[in-house]
């Protein structure tokens, strides 16, 4: 039978946080978070985060920059991709710097637009509020649904 994690054992913590960075990025929040799970003070998980970033074995900024290519290579827009990262705990500054830098949104929404309906763009209303929907909740904003839609219409009216 396997022992039990001492949560006051530096080592122990350090093993742990090494094993889940080998599988894949976290936020230092995520992080933070699986380690305090399995009962690790908040003095010990604050100083191993600490250690962790300085080696660079965790880095919110790579993080950010993976998440927005893997999340808008999947169709998501920077609306939702910027919300998901803010529910991580990443600061603002740094979510914005990376979306920005992110593709080119527009190509983005035409592509995701296109994949899910076809390449014709809508001619009736009620299409191109179906696409213009669809592509909302894929987070892209208005501006961008507009010009994927080849529309001048006016997505945010109340109208």
């Known amino acids: 039978m396997p022992s039990a994690v001492d949560p006051t054992d530096p080592q122990a913590a350090r093993q742990l946080a090494v094993s889940l960075l080998a599988r894949r990025d976290y936020s230092s929040g995520e992080l933070r978070s699986k380690l305090k799970d399995k009962g690790f003070a908040d003095e010990l998980i604050q100083a191993l985060l600490g250690a962790l970033q300085r080696e660079k074995a965790l880095d ?15 169709g998501q827009g920077p609306t939702r991709i910027g919300r998901d990262l803010k529910a991580l705990g990443l600061p603002g ?6 979306v920005d830098a992110g593709p080119d949104w527009v ?6 637009r296109q994949k899910k309906f076809g390449r014709p763009l809508p001619q009736a209303y009620a299409e191109k509020a179906k696409q213009a929907r669809f592509l909302q909740y894929r987070g892209f904003t208005g501006a961008q649904i507009r ?9 945010d009216d109340d109208a």
């Open 60 to 74: 919110d900024a790579r993080y950010v920059e993976h998440y927005v290519a893997y999340h808008s290579g999947r």
């Open 93 to 98: 500054e740094l979510i914005e710097r990376w």
């Open 107 to 112: 190509a983005r929404a035409r592509e995701v």
């Open 147 to 155: 010009q994927a839609l080849g529309t001048d219409i006016d997505l």
